[in-house]
Structures are given as C-alpha cells and as structure tokens.
C-alpha cells in the first residue's frame, strides 16, 4: 500500500533523531544517511496501518540496520589503511543530536565516539540508546529483542570500557580556546619544548587519511614524539602546500561539541584535528584527512559563518 502523505510526514518528523542515532552508533554521516534512508525503504513496504507506535518501530527498524552494518564494518576495518577514526560533524549540524545533557554532551564528544569503536554492537548500541538518547531499558530490551536485566549489563560493561579509555575531566571553553592559541603559536614556534609543556605525558597523535592523504599507521604516543610530529607538521614548506592543493587557513572551531582545529583550502575543509584538552594539557589530538570523510564538513562550513582565521600556514 502506497504511503499517504501523512504517513511520509510522520517519517520526515522523526528523520532528524533516526540521523543523529544513526551516526552516534556508526560513525559515519554517509552510513548514517544511507541507514535512514533504508529504513524509509522499510516504512515504505510496512502495513503502516497496523503500526501501534510509529517511532518505536522506527527506532528498531533502524537500529537493525545498524547493528548489521556495525557487524559488517568489523571486517572492513581490519583491511582499512591505517587509524580508523569517527567521521567529525561541525558545529550547528542537526545529525549531531541532542546535547543537553551532561551523558550526552559525552556520548558525542569526538573522544568517545573513537572510544565507541572498542565496543561490541549490542554494548554500542545500548550505551547510545540510554546515554544519549535517554531510552529505557524497558525500550532498549523491546529494540534489541533482549531482557532489561542483559541490557543493564550491556550498559555496565560498555560504560566500564569507554571509562577505562577516557582522559581526565576536560576544561571549560574559554581554557580550551586559550590552549588552542598557545598550541598553535608552540607548533609554529620551530622547537619542541613549547609543545611538550602543553601535552599531558601520555599524549598521543592520531590521523586516519584512509590511504588517500598520507597519515602514519601507527599513533604517535607520549609527549615529546607527539610534540616532534605536531612541529613537522606545522613547518611551512613546498610539500605541505602540494599535498594540500594549495594554503591552508587554519580556524579554531568546534567539532563534535569539542574543540578543534579545521584546515580549509579554498573553501574545502581538508583536515579537522580534535583536540582532547584536559587539566593536564593535551591528552590527544585527533586529525581527519580522508576526504570522503570530510564532504559533509565542507558542505557545513559553506553554509556557516565563521570568525577570522587563526593562521596561514603555506
């Protein structure tokens, strides 16, 4: 039966949350947008009729798709090209999601939504269910096709791993915009102790270029290896300026509700490097160049507004 126009108003009104859960369980806002757009495949071939409550059944439905999709991307991603890391979404994005909420602003920050790939699907699903979108086990047991009692151990042991992986209590904005500005002027400095001030002792550095941009396989780890990688990275030079296609302007944004550094080049964002900021300095920096992981970025930052560039590199 063809769906009536208020049958496709009602998936319409709920696309915005079916997106946001969709990338917090992925990763991936192309996934994401793909994982929706099936699941209105499946709305579209259901006796909407008979549907009690349409957004549950929404929820599951997607969240099927998602569970198959995590269990399929296991595989893929023992063959991807170096680090693996989350797709960033820019400030003022809606498939952020909600982010009211202390466990929310959590869940979406870019250090768990790494931290998420060590979970299995069910505790990946589950902890975005309740953390960040605030369903109850009862719900989340009715979605999974388990009891509440499985799923409130799911929840535990999801819970215990992401803390086991997270730094210590991360600063206010103002803190971290200071940070930002004394990174960059230590980076660009030319020598390595400004920046092994700013990092915590076990800081690491992590690019994923996905074979297309050159990123190193391995993480850099500890402060003075990260802070020598962060002083070449930052030295102008012929080859930098190639390998980008031109200058690269560098602002100081937010991403995934955190702060961070994007690299644009000619109205293209070429990189976004996340920066963990800490009481202690600077526990992580996380850098994405994979273009195909930077499309939805640079749609985002076309259609905002934003402040004076930070620097020109080259």
Known sequence: ????????????ASRPRLEAIAYRLLGSASEAEDAVQETFLRWQAAEVERIEVPEAWLTKALTN???????????????????????????????????DTAEQRESLSYA???????????????????????????????ILDLTEAGCQQLLHRARKRVAEGKARTEVDEATARRVIDEFLAAATSGRTEPLVRLLTQ?????????????????????????????????????????????????????????????????????????????????????????????????????AAEHGEPLLRLF
Not at 2 to 9: I, Q
Not at 69 to 91: D, F, H, I, K
């Open 65 to 99: 798709l998602c569970l198959n999709q995590l269990t399929s991307a296991r595989a893929r991603r023992e063959t991807y090209v170096g680090q693996w890391l989350p797709e960033p979404l820019l400030a003022g994005d809606p498939m952020l999601g909600p982010a």
């Open 112 to 142: 768990v939504m790494a931290l998420l790939e060590r979970l299995t699907p069910n505790e990946r699903t589950v902890y975005v269910l309740r953390e960040a979108f605030a369903y109850s086990h009862r719900e989340i047991a009715e």
């Open 1 to 12: 039966m063809a769906l009536t126009m208020s049958d496709v108003d009602r998936f319409e």
């Open 202 to 302: 076990d800081a690491v550095a992590i690019g994923d270029g996905g074979g297309k941009v050159p990123a190193r396989a391995k993480a850099f780890e500890g402060a003075l290896a990260v802070a020598k990688f962060m002083r070449g990275l930052f030295k102008p030079g012929k080859a930098q300026q190639a390998q980008a296609g031109g200058s690269v302007v560098l602002y100081a944004s937010d991403a995934n509700g955190g702060p961070a550094l994007v690299a644009v080049v000619d109205g293209r964002v070429f990189g976004v490097m996340c920066l963990e900021i800490t009481e202690d300095g600077i526990a992580a920096c996380r850098s994405q160049v994979n273009p195909d992981k930077l499309e939805r970025a640079t749609r985002q930052w076309a």
